[in-house]
Every structure is written in structure tokens, then in C-alpha cells.
């Protein structure tokens, strides 16, 4: 009998407690980040230029050297480009160009066309279409000029920046000419 | 040769008494008459520690960011908050369902969370705040992802019983156009993930 009363009491002592020492739960939060098209341009060698006159300069003689002004796209879609003077003249017969100011600070102005090429095959681009002459819109799929009627901008460039591998880069290029 | 048998000797007959009224059932053709006498019983009561979490604000708790600008985040005013109420030490962290892996962030790269479109995916990262207001004892504690393993953020713990059983919390989304796996511009769209947020309770 003490030996049936020492098992029992052993058997009490040795039942699972029932009671937890830790609770647990979860929730979740959902993300969602919206991207929009994205484009954005950058001027490596800033957009400041300066056109120089050679002293001999004439509609026969020594040419103004163009201006270029590289550019770099980097987007996620397809970026469209263009290009307009932020002061235009209007030449004596009649077309508009870019107005650049002559060193006495406005005295004299110089015109100037604007060209530009998008996409380039590289950052350093430095060719330049060459026609008879500048103006006049677009003849190339790639390039554009001043309209040349009125204070307007060139025409649209496009690249698909995905294409592109999201990197496309531009040339713009200031053709001046004496007279 | 006669054996002579153990008997059981009184404190023995005293157990097999308790444990024989232990285990007996009474019924109405053994019901005694009491009267006058006090009876005592002892009852346990386990009290369990617990935990429970309520977003504060109504519908699906969403965190929600838009590129550009280039880096996006939450913080300080746009995350999702939270309160924790319970009776014990509550601890909470918080993952992403989803991991990735971009090499080029930092010195030698970085785990984050990944949110995905089609099969285009995008990093972010998270901070968990919690509590999000410090009292006397108690302190704001910030948690985030650590980085250098696919794992969630350190569990914060805090007393709720300091301040009446509640605490508030707040989670917030850190994005960037440039957490992609090779680095380039994400295309345009929705990328969704999900992030998973534990609470426990202790004593």
C-alpha cells in the first residue's frame, strides 16, 4: 500500500504543465512602389558656350567654327529632346535664329542655328550633318534644326531609353555664320 | 510454518484515505449531511501573457512610395502605424517575404527586401519604430534590416505594463531608383512585396 501511495503521489508530481510561457502572432503590411517614366539629362561640360569669330571671317573666307554641347539621357522609357535659344533674332531675311551676344555686352549680336543629334554612338560625338545649309527642320532621323519661321524650338528627337540600356547620349551643335 | 503479513501502519491507512477520497465519485445514495463545517479548496488561475497588434488606420495596411524622386521614404510621416496592446513584454520585428541581393550598394553589398513587376524586381528597405515615443523607462527604439543576411530586423521589446498595457509602433519604406540589380533605371510601373510583422509576449 505505501508503495501504491508513493506512485501515485510520484505520478502527480511528473504531469505536463499546460501552461505557455510565450505568445505569437503575425500580420502583414504590403509594399508597392509606383515608377514613373523617367529622364533626366545631364550637361558634362555645362550649357554656357562661346561662338568665336575668327578676324577674317567672311562668307568666303574663314568659317566660325560650330559649338557642341554633349548631353547624356538616362531614362527608363522613351525620352524625347529638344533644343530652342533662350533669345532669338530674326535674320535680314526673315528667318529666326539663336541670338548670341557680341563682347560689348549687346551692341552686336551674332545668329546662330542650332542642330541637334540624339541618340550619338558615343559621349564625345563630334560629327555634324552637313547640307547645304542648316535650318529648316529635320532631314535625318536623328537630327534636327531651328524651324527657322518662328521663335520655335527644333523638332522632337526620340529614343527608347530601354533600348538604349537606359544611357543614350546627344550633341548639340551652334553653327554661326558670317553674314 | 505460518507468514506473517505487513499491515499497513497508520500513516499509510492516512494516504490510501486521501487518495481513495480523491478519486471517489459521489452520488446521491452516498451524499453526507454537512452542517457547520467550512470547506476549503484551492483554485489556480494561469494568467497567459499575450500580445495583440491594431493598425490605426482604417483598410489595408499599405506602405506606398513613388520614384521619382530618386529616393523615396515614409519617414517621417507616411508609414503604417500601429498599437501593440497586452499584459506582458511585448516583442516585435518585422522581414520581408521576399529577399534580394544588390551588389553594388555600399562597400560590398546589401540584402533588402523585394518588391516585384512581372519579372522586373526592385529593392527596399524598411524601419521599424517601436515605441515610436519614449516615456520615463522606456524608450524609442528604432529597428531596420541588417544588411548583410536575408533576415528581419531585431526584435524591439517593450514592457507594456509601464504605460497601462499599450504601446504604439510605426513602420516605415525606404526606396531607390537605384536598388536594382544591375544598378540601372526600374521600369515603369507597379512593384508590390509584402512584409511580415511578428509580435510575441513574455513575462
Known amino acids: 500500500m505505501r508503495n501504491l501511495a508513493i506512485f501515485f503521489f510520484g505520478l502527480m508530481l511528473f504531469l505536463p504543465s499546460l501552461t505557455l510561457a510565450q505568445s505569437r502572432s503575425s500580420a502583414t503590411v504590403t509594399v508597392t512602389i509606383s515608377v514613373a517614366p523617367i529622364a533626366n539629362i545631364d550637361f558634362p561640360n555645362g550649357t554656357d558656350f562661346i561662338i568665336t569669330v575668327p578676324r577674317n571671317a567672311s562668307p568666303r573666307g574663314a568659317t566660325i567654327q560650330p559649338v557642341r554641347i554633349p548631353f547624356t539621357v538616362r531614362g527608363n522609357a522613351i525620352a524625347a529632346v529638344s533644343a530652342r535659344p533662350d533669345v532669338f533674332l530674326q535674320a535680314a531675311d526673315g528667318t529666326f535664329y539663336g541670338r548670341a551676344l557680341g563682347p560689348d555686352g549687346g551692341l552686336e549680336a551674332l545668329g546662330y542655328d542650332i542642330v541637334v543629334q540624339f541618340p550619338v554612338p558615343s559621349q564625345n560625338y563630334a560629327g555634324l550633318p552637313t547640307r547645304g545649309g542648316f535650318g529648316g527642320g529635320r532631314t535625318r532621323e536623328n537630327y534636327a534644326s531651328l524651324p527657322g519661321f518662328d521663335e520655335v524650338p527644333t523638332e522632337t528627337l526620340a529614343a527608347d531609353m530601354v533600348q538604349q540600356k537606359h544611357t543614350a547620349y546627344g550633341t548639340i551643335h551652334l553653327v554661326a555664320r558670317h553674314g | ?203
Open chain 2, 1 to 203: 510454518m505460518m507468514t506473517k503479513k505487513n499491515k499497513p501502519g497508520p500513516r499509510g491507512l492516512a494516504c490510501l484515505a486521501a487518495l481513495l477520497g480523491a478519486i471517489a465519485l459521489p452520488n446521491a445514495a452516498q451524499a453526507q449531511q454537512v452542517s457547520n463545517d467550512v470547506f476549503q479548496t484551492n483554485v489556480n488561475i494561469d494568467v497567459l501573457p499575450f500580445a495583440t497588434l491594431e493598425f490605426t488606420e482604417t483598410g489595408t495596411p499599405l506602405l506606398y512610395l513613388e520614384i521619382p524622386p530618386a529616393s523615396s521614404s515614409t519617414i517621417p510621416g507616411s508609414g503604417v502605424p500601429f498599437e501593440v496592446s497586452g499584459n506582458a513584454t511585448a516583442s516585435i520585428s518585422a522581414a520581408p517575404h521576399e529577399f534580394m541581393f544588390i551588389p553594388h550598394v555600399g562597400s560590398s553589398g546589401a540584402w533588402m527586401g523585394k518588391a516585384t513587376q512581372g519579372g522586373e524586381d526592385l529593392g527596399y528597405r524598411l524601419q521599424v519604430e517601436f515605441p515610436d515615443e519614449g516615456v520615463v523607462g522606456s524608450n524609442i527604439q528604432v529597428g531596420q534590416l541588417p544588411g548583410t543576411s536575408p533576415d528581419g530586423t531585431t526584435p524591439l521589446e517593450v514592457d507594456l505594463t509601464l504605460t497601462g498595457g499599450m504601446r504604439a509602433g510605426i513602420i516605415h519604406l525606404i526606396a531607390n531608383k537605384a536598388w536594382t540589380l544591375d544598378g540601372g533605371i526600374p521600369l515603369p510601373g507597379l512593384y508590390e512585396g509584402t512584409i511580415i510583422l511578428t509580435l510575441t509576449a513574455d513575462y
